[in-house]
Nanobody, 124 residues
Framework: QVQLAESGGGLVQPGGSVRLSCAAS????????MAWFRQAPGKEREFVAG????????SYADSVKGRFTVSRDNAKNTMYLQMISLQPEDTTLYYCPAGTGWGGKRRAKSYGSWGQGTQITVSS
């Protein structure tokens, strides 16, 4: 079992930046991929960015490409999401999941462990 804890959320002004962290604990040796998803009320969970734990290869949703950067520190079992040029439409809960499989990094169902989420609110 893998436990995940997101942190770093809060209130940000439009155009501002913030870095989210996701700390993994437990059976971290089983992790092959991690990602960031976000979910607005009444909407489906949306893929934001993903990273393969071993190779470090990354992928992004078109809506965040060029603004968000996902990275990881294997030694600390922690994944990060650097977010810049934030806009009001980025306001929502951000979740970090971890998965043991290799494929389906953009599909929420391919991840078996999820954190509780951290809120990002972009507002002046």
């Amino acid at each position: 079992q893998v436990q995940l804890a997101e942190s770093g959320g809060g209130l940000v002004q439009p155009g501002g930046s913030v870095r989210l962290s996701c700390a993994a604990s437990g059976f971290t040796f089983s992790i092959n991929k991690m990602a960031w998803f976000r979910q607005a009320p009444g909407k489906e969970r949306e893929f934001v960015a993903g990273i393969m734990w071993g190779l470090g290869s990354t992928s992004y949703a078109d809506s965040v490409k060029g603004r968000f950067t996902v990275s990881r520190d294997n030694a600390k079992n922690t994944m990060y999401l650097q977010m810049i040029s934030l806009q009001p439409e980025d306001t929502t809960l951000y979740y970090c999941p971890a998965g043991t499989g290799w494929g389906g990094k953009r599909r929420a169902k391919s991840y078996g462990s999820w954190g509780q989420g951290t809120q990002i609110t972009v507002s002046s």
